[in-house]
């Protein structure tokens, strides 16, 4: 028994002090406005109050704090992207994500339990081994493996030569892992709270105020709010949002959808993708398996379920693990995705002056949070964005020079 | 063990006493009646506890006999999480309890519970993480085996599911009262009808509810309605309608199969969820809903206690009373939290019988027996204000706590379909508004409360679909019987020792939501993650009442401000084999599937194709490759190229098309030529190739590559979509079948076989096209040379593709033809080095990166991807596709493997292999500009981080001249 846990034991009353308190009503100016309550834009306010020193933030929630892609997405962590941009990233993001618990005091259940991606195809296995020299080279754990080192990792999987598709490879990282994903946000939430950073839920940014091509400040349910900066951090709406700063990005957004079982005794240690089935599956620390897939095949902005999407999953799932066939699935549920062309984010200036960007996210957002909000902060408070952001800039779409990453992102998030 | 509890005729509507079942549960033999669900047969024997608790191992049993909660769930061999109250027995079954440490009945792990005020609401977030990766190392871990419920078998057989579907009016879910009366009613008015229903037998609450003092009306109701619908509508009973998905589209589940029922419209008529009442030691097993008890007593004859106490606050606990008595159960009292309840018959005839009935009071707490094994005492004490209690009222002995305090609509799947909960304070009760068209409610779940009123609503729902009623059916009358406020206002009762538990699922007590919204999770949505209420496995459905008042008294709003959480899909826990079962799965063969497989062929994946990678064993997988790779090189071979696409671009502007849609240049192409075609996205990156076979002025036939096909034909659709050209577009990959016959014994393979015109270099050149017939076969010929010989592709309409690779096998078989597959064939394009498209380009590869300039028309006006190409092609350029080569003995670099300069990743390899033709390692890469020189090394990292020194060489490794593809 920890003995954090004792003074809740031993004190006659609830020794609570809110995590997040409600901050009462909107002031009418702030340095900082962030649109968006969930990970990223929290993680943004606890850096730029914790590291910079801004302590005039408020983050500006919609719906309830986290509620959006933060708390459907399915809480993978991982660093075995393709390009040199990429890999380098969000290796720095599971840099920081290890430490997280001890820096909120709070924990979010950080386990590295792996990853493993399966290859169906020689052409992916040509891939992974891709992306495992390309991780290797940049410090990060990753290495084509067979099928006897896949078993010794997943003993119940079905390796058999005669499903319709046979597992020809593996790439397995070891750095991969899971987190409480609701916790990362709630973490960053309270860290930035009790800095002083403002989080208004239930509070609906309805539009834009700028003046000589320079934002000035945000419409809302509640009231006007002037301010001098503005990041948006609204993964799902990102092209709503900029529409309404006066621009357009070139995202399309796409449900995805996720399931998730009933609780069972721990079966599967880590977490299991494939590309080819569009399927991956990892258990949580509560016993429910997850199930995941591929974005819905076209664009919406609804957060509905579908059976078409429900019955190819599920069948891809019991594929890989003929006995789940006996496993009960709980509940289905659906987040959007805001997918550019490279499959990589865009981080920083926006055409209005003072106006940030952290968008298109797709279905690689939560485990940017930490970097991201981290980098976001710093480009903020600088006015200038750094290094490992810089090719995420919204302009490599002029430029063409974009990140692509469409082959280690897909069905593996 | 007899069956002590069971009670004689007429209890029991779905068992029957013919058929003894004998079954084991934790070990030791029971029997009960076929028709006995799990619970139902152990309770028949005095069996009650029957699982463990998520957080807490206390002991669990019956809650509502209607597979709606978790405390009846248990271990079958197969199949962990099994509702025991849902699960019919058979002989034999072998059934076990689940997630216990030491047995069942003695749980060791319940010490737990003696430690609950140090485990917090949300404690895993407060704690076991300091030092730093403790959390990973060994706190998670413990807790990984702590948590979850049953086991799954990893070496379970595999079970057949299957999928049907159907097609209606109207879809009616629940068989109730009002779900019959809508089912008559839509029946009379001319709708095809489909009635689906949980149970084994239609009726609903008329099989075991007490709607009145005699219990005559319901089961004479049921009659009625039965013959009313016999015949007229399609009836699936045993059938859970699991989800609402767009356009009523609805998954109903009947044992291994899925319904896919695609309605035209809904009703809803599901009833409504008895919700517990929340008192210490609420979850003992013992204690109950009312109508599990009654649904015990009447379904399955088994008597559920021998002294009973009920807590009520609506007149179906006064049914409930009689019901026990009926079944000759004492009942110690009623505790009626209402202070001053309006009369009713039942509550009338219970005092009758010398109940004693305490009005304005509740259960307060119950004690249990030893371990918690069972209720064995209930303190009933006057309400002093909203959730507290009086001294006063009473203690009694008793075996049986039935609770009735209010609902909760099955708010479900209105709410999958749009619906939307309020609150109606003056009710107390939540409220379904805002239905989605097409889309009806009928009876309870409708706040309908008495069975006339439920009838009137099933007809009126039908009404309001737009059919027209009968005159019979369109009885507006209201009767008598007022309408009943069944839920109070407040059912939650907090005790200095906590143990009332509002979430039985995830052992949640009032403090645990009170303390959650203190920590500043008081967002219903925030309070269910923080809490985890509502997240286990019957997701929330006797806590969401409980959850919404205490929040709402937390954070002084309103309870329909408050809310629930979202309702998502399935209505029930579904197993993952119904709804993956059957999974359309297509492979696809070419026309000489069966001669490959003759052959001894080794099959590879292709998209959705098989294709042969080579023939012969695999152990002799490098021989056999290298054999058909000297057989195309030294004589000849054929290879099934069937899978390659096909498309026919026809009508006036076919050429301008091609010219747009493809980087070449086509309109100047003559008719009998063909042309290498090379596609780019927008962002001037090549995507597909293939060639173009321009067969008449206004008639291109295209190829495009194996996998990209599908993708190319959507593109032309799309753009075309906006240039509007008159052209016709065609994807007619399946229609063709395709070999194509290579080496320098080529022609003479084909003039053997039968060909219909001249096919001398003179009269048919490289890069033709004609159409002909070989072997009195119907064909195209394209002379291509993908792999660098003398070659003819022969395209046929597939029908005939068997036909024309037998041909080809007689003809061949005096010169040796030696049949290829797609390994042999990429050895042999490397040697001549053309790219694969996937293979030797990735998402980022420009044209002038691949060395595919040649394939630029300069002088066109716009290709799709030329403006981004001009804007790329105007920085310095970042990488190029060399060739390169080792000796034969050198370590084998494999495909993307890097090519290191330095610290740096200069490149990567693409395609590489040993080469039997020049006896060497060959291979192409892509490398920076500064290495692109011929004879520059190139360092590449192989396995195990093994530098290998090769060579750039020239492209093509073989034949650079091209002669011998066009001999």
Redesign the interface.
């Known amino acids: ?6 003074k ?2 031993l004190s006659r009353r ?1 020794p ?1 002090k ?4 409600t901050p009462g009503d909107l002031k009418s100016s702030y340095d900082v406005v962030i649109i968006g309550g969930g990970g990223h834009g929290l993680a943004a306010a606890y850096y730029l109050a914790k590291e910079h020193g801004i302590r005039k933030i408020a983050v500006l929630e919609k ?3 986290a ?1 959006g892609n933060t ?1 459907r997405n399915t809480a993978v962590i991982r660093s075995n992207y393709l390009t ?1 941009e990429g890999v380098t990233f969000y290796r720095e993001s599971l840099k920081l994500f290890r ?1 997280l ?2 820096e909120f005091d ?2 979010i ?5 792996g990853q493993l991606t399966l290859a ?4 992916a296995v ?2 992974f ?2 992306r495992a ?2 991780n290797k ?1 940049l410090g990060v754990q990753s290495e084509l493996i067979g099928i006897d080192d896949i078993l010794k990792l997943v003993p ?1 999987l079905n390796v058999s030569a005669d499903a ?2 046979p597992i020809l490879a593996g790439l397995w990282h070891a750095d991969g892992a899971t987190a ?1 994903h ?2 990362v946000a ?1 973490g960053y939430a309270k860290g930035a709270a009790e800095r002083g950073v403002e989080i208004h ?1 239930l509070t609906e940014v309805t539009d834009i105020v700028s003046s000589g091509g320079r934002v000035t400040g945000v419409e809302t349910n509640r009231g006007s709010v002037s301010c001098d900066v503005v990041l948006q951090a609204v993964a799902g709406a990102s092209s709503l949002l900029a529409k309404k700063a006066g621009f357009r990005l070139p995202i399309v957004s796409y449900p995805l959808q996720a399931m998730v ?7 599967i240690n880590p977490h299991v993708s494939s590309t080819q089935l569009h399927c991956y599956v990892h ?1 949580t ?3 429910e398996v997850v199930i995941g897939g591929g974005s819905d095949p076209y664009p919406l902005y609804s957060t ?4 078409d999407l ?10 890989m693990f ?12 659906a987040g959007i995705t805001d997918m550019t ?2 499959y990589s984010p865009i981080m920083g200036v926006s055409p209005l002056e003072n106006y940030y960007l952290d968008a298109g996210w797709g279905t690689w957002g939560f485990k940017a949070i930490p970097i991201c909000g981290k980098l976001m902060a710093q480009c903020i408070a600088e006015r200038s964005a750094p290094a490992l952001m810089q090719p995420f800039a919204l302009s490599r779409f002029d ?2 020079e ?1 990140v ?1 990453e ?2 280690a992102t897909a069905a593996s998030h | 063990m007899t069956q002590d509890n069971r009670l004689p005729a007429p209890h029991g509507l779905l068992i029957d006493r013919q058929q003894t079942l004998t079954f084991k549960f934790d070990g030791r033999e029971y029997s009960g009646y076929a028709g006995d669900s799990i619970a139902s047969a152990l309770a028949a024997n005095n069996v009650w506890l029957l699982s463990r608790s998520f957080k807490y191992h206390r002991p669990r049993g019956i809650l509502t006999m209607a597979g709606q909660d978790a405390n009846t769930m248990v271990q079958l061999p197969d199949e962990p999480n099994v509702l025991a109250d849902r699960e019919a027995i058979r002989e034999g079954l072998i059934v076990e309890g689940q997630n216990y440490n030491g047995s069942l009945t003695n749980d060791r792990d319940m010490f737990v519970q003696n430690f609950a005020r140090f485990l917090p609401v949300g404690f895993y977030y407060k704690a076991f993480y300091k030092p730093k990766r403790i959390w990973e190392n060994f706190w998670e871990p413990y807790f990984r085996k702590k948590a979850g419920l049953g086991k799954v078998n990893e070496a379970a057989q595999e079970q057949y599911f299957d999928k049907k579907y159907e097609f209606c009016d109207i879809a009616i879910i629940g068989g109730g009262a009002a779900g019959l009366s809508a089912a008559a009613a839509a029946a009379d008015a001319g709708a095809d009808v489909i009635l689906i229903d949980e149970n084994p037998q239609l009726g609903g609450a008329l099989n075991y509810a007490r709607f009145d003092v005699e219990d005559s009306a319901a089961a004479a109701l049921r009659q009625q309605l039965l013959d009313k619908i016999a015949g007229r509508v399609r009836v699936f009973s045993n059938a859970v309608c699991n989800g609402w998905f767009a356009d009523h589209y609805l998954p109903v589940i009947c044992g291994n199969r899925l319904h896919k029922i695609r309605a035209k419209q809904c009703i809803v008529a599901g009833g409504n969820i008895e919700q517990p009442l929340v008192f210490h030691n609420n979850d003992l097993p013992g204690i109950m809903q009312g109508s599990a008890a009654q649904r015990l007593i009447k379904l399955y004859g088994v008597r559920p206690g021998s002294r009973a106490v009920v807590a009520t606050a609506n007149s179906a606990g006064y049914g409930v009373c009689l019901d026990l008595l009926d079944a000759g159960v004492s009942v110690a009292a009623v505790a009626d939290l209402r202070t001053d309840p309006p009369p009713h018959p039942l509550a009338q005839a219970v005092a009758e019988r010398n109940v004693k009935i305490w009005h304005g009071h509740t259960v307060y707490e119950a004690t249990p027996t030893a371990g918690y094994r069972h209720v064995s005492t209930a303190a009933i004490r006057p309400l002093s204000g909203r959730g507290t209690c009086s001294s006063g009222g009473d203690t009694l002995e008793c075996d049986l706590i039935c609770m009735s305090p209010g609902y909760m609509p099955a708010w479900q799947l209105p709410c999958q379909a749009g619906a939307q909960l309020g609150y109606d304070d003056t009710r107390a009760a939540f409220t379904l508004e805002n239905l989605p068209q097409g889309f009806a409610l009928a009876g309870a779940i409708n706040n309908s409360t008495t069975l006339a009123a439920a009838c009137r609503d099933g007809r009126r729902a039908v009404a309001t679909l737009g059919y027209s009623l009968t005159t019979e059916n369109n009885d507006n009358t209201s009767d008598e019987e007022a309408e009943e406020m069944i839920n109070t206002d407040w059912h939650i009762f907090p005790h200095p020792r906590g143990k009332e538990f509002v979430d039985f699922d995830e052992d949640l007590q009032v403090a645990d939501i009170l303390n959650a919204a203190a920590d500043g999770y008081d967002h219903v949505q925030l309070a269910k993650r923080y809490s985890t209420a509502g997240m286990g496995p019957s997701q929330g459905r006797h806590a969401a009442l409980s959850v919404a008042r205490l929040l709402a008294s937390a954070s002084g709003k309103s309870i329909a401000e408050t809310g629930i959480t979202t309702a998502r899909p399935p209505f029930a826990a579904e197993k993952l084999g119904v709804m993956g079962g059957r999974h359309f799965n297509p492979e696809r063969h070419t026309a000489m599937h069966q001669q490959h497989i003759a052959l001894g062929a080794q099959f590879m994946p292709a998209g959705l194709w098989l294709r042969p990678a080579y023939y012969g064993e695999p152990h002799a997988r490098q021989q056999c490759i290298e054999k058909e790779v000297l057989a195309v090189r030294n004589n000849v071979g054929m290879v099934d190229v069937s899978t390659l696409g096909g498309l026919e671009i026809c009508g006036s502007d076919a050429g301008e098309f091609l010219n747009r849609i493809y980087t070449g240049s086509f309109t100047k192409q003559a008719v009998g030529r063909t042309r290498y075609v090379a596609m780019c996205n927008e962002q001037g990156v090549v995507i597909d190739d293939g060639v173009a076979c321009r067969l008449h002025e206004q008639h291109y036939y295209v190829t495009a590559t194996t996998s990209g096909v599908d993708n190319v034909y959507r593109n032309m659709l799309r753009w075309n979509a906006q240039w509007c050209l008159d052209v016709d577009i065609s994807n007619v990959s399946a229609a063709w079948a395709a070999v194509n016959v290579a080496g320098v014994k080529a022609r003479e393979v084909l003039q053997r076989a039968g060909c219909d015109i001249d096919l001398s270099t003179e009269a048919f050149s490289y890069m033709a096209v004609k159409t002909a017939t070989v072997a009195g076969i119907p064909a195209r010929l394209i002379r291509v040379g993908f792999v660098g010989e003398m070659g003819y592709e022969i395209h046929v309409p597939a029908t005939f593709g068997n036909a024309l690779w037998q041909a080809l096998t007689a003809a061949g078989a005096e010169f040796n033809i030696q049949p290829f597959g797609v390994e042999a064939q990429r050895l042999l394009r490397l040697e001549k080095a053309h790219i694969i498209i996937g293979q030797d380009t990735d998402s980022m590869s420009f044209p002038h990166e691949v060395n595919l300039e040649w394939a630029l028309a300069k002088n066109k006006p716009f290709f799709v991807g030329a403006r981004a190409f001009e804007i790329v092609s105007k920085r310095p350029l970042q990488r190029r596709l060399v060739g390169f080569s080792l000796p034969a003995d050198s370590p084998k670099p494999k495909e993307a493997h890097l090519v290191i300069s330095g610290e740096a990743m200069s490149g990567r390899v693409t395609s590489c292999e040993y080469s039997p033709t020049l006896n060497k390692i060959i291979g192409m890469a892509y490398v920076t500009p500064q290495q692109t020189e011929i004879g520059t090394t190139i360092n590449i990292r192989t396995d195990g981080g093994v530098m290998a020194a090769a060579q750039v060489e020239a492209l093509p490794f073989y034949d650079a001249e091209g002669a011998r593809q066009k001999l």
């Open positions: 028994m920890p003995f954090g846990l004792l809740y034991g609830y609570a809110k995590h997040f308190g719906a309830y704090l509620g708390a040199e430490d618990s001890n709070y924990n259940m950080y386990s590295q339990r169906h195809t020689d052409a040509r891939s081994r891709w020299e390309v080279h119940n319709r598709y409480r609701d916790a709630w839920q079982t009933q609780p069972l005794k721990p079966f258990q620390a509560r016993g509905r379920s579908t059976l429900k019955e190819s999953l599920l069948g891809h799932a019991a594929e003929p006995f789940l066939a006996q496993v009960r699935l709980l509940r289905q549920w062309p490279d430029r063409l974009q692509n469409m082959g």
